[in-house]
């Protein structure tokens, strides 16, 4: 009879006690995404890299759905973007997980950053800003606003870990091999939930 107990309680946690991590994450929306030419980011070639493209109306639909993804906001005329990308692409390989990429000023999503006399552009910055606003950081200027690169998880429609803008590293200012590993490390701690 115990030898019976035993096998039971096996076999229940063996089915509902070393389930992945990924179980509990929510995918019931389709973020739909296309394929993207990286080749103007330092470091990561056309197709052999860990993004896919999304507009920032599939962010605001994965929230409000409750889903889950990678994101990163960036643009390629951004140093710090441009320094970044390169470790973000190597973290996510590292853990075989997709980043869902936003170029802000890719003009086909539409922009995000508004530029002149572009309503629909002011609107979807408003919208990000409050979507975002929690992980917003006040910039020199004393307010919150949106730096890139920002790179962060939503996990069941909530936002989890993420990092913004290492300002401190630039084309001028690359970081040393320790700071190269350290950056990977933050990346893939913001990635981890993702992994099968």
């Not at 929510?26 to 990561?44: A, E, F, H, L, R």
């Not at 999304?54 to 409750?66: A, E, G, P, R, S």
């Not at 390169?86 to 996510?92: C, D, G, I, L, V």
Request: glycine fraction near 4%; include cysteine.
């Amino acid at each position: 009879m115990i030898k019976k107990i035993i096998t039971i309680l096996l076999v229940l946690l063996v089915c509902f006690g070393c389930s992945s991590k990924k179980n509990d994450i929510n995918y019931t929306y389709d973020i739909v995404s296309y394929p993207v030419d990286m080749s103007k980011y330092d470091g990561v070639n056309s197709t052999d890299h860990m993004f896919k493209r999304v507009t920032v109306d599939q962010l605001f639909n994965c929230i409000d759905n409750k889903s889950s993804g990678i994101f990163y906001l960036g643009r390629t005329n951004c140093g710090c973007c441009q320094t970044c990308i390169s470790y973000m692409n190597e973290a996510a390989k590292q853990l075989n997980v997709y980043i869902y990429y936003i170029d802000v000023y890719d003009p086909d999503m539409p922009l995000i950053i508004p530029g002149e006399d572009c309503p629909e552009c002011k609107a979807n910055t408003e919208k990000l800003r409050e979507y975002i606003w929690d992980i917003l950081e006040i910039t020199d200027s004393g307010e919150k606003e949106l730096q890139t690169p920002t790179v962060f998880s939503v996990i069941n429609g909530e936002f989890g870990d993420h990092l913004i803008c290492m300002s401190n590293y630039s084309w001028d200012n690359p970081p040393t091999d320790a700071q190269k590993e350290k950056l990977i490390n933050r990346y893939k701690q913001i990635f981890e939930p993702f992994v099968e």
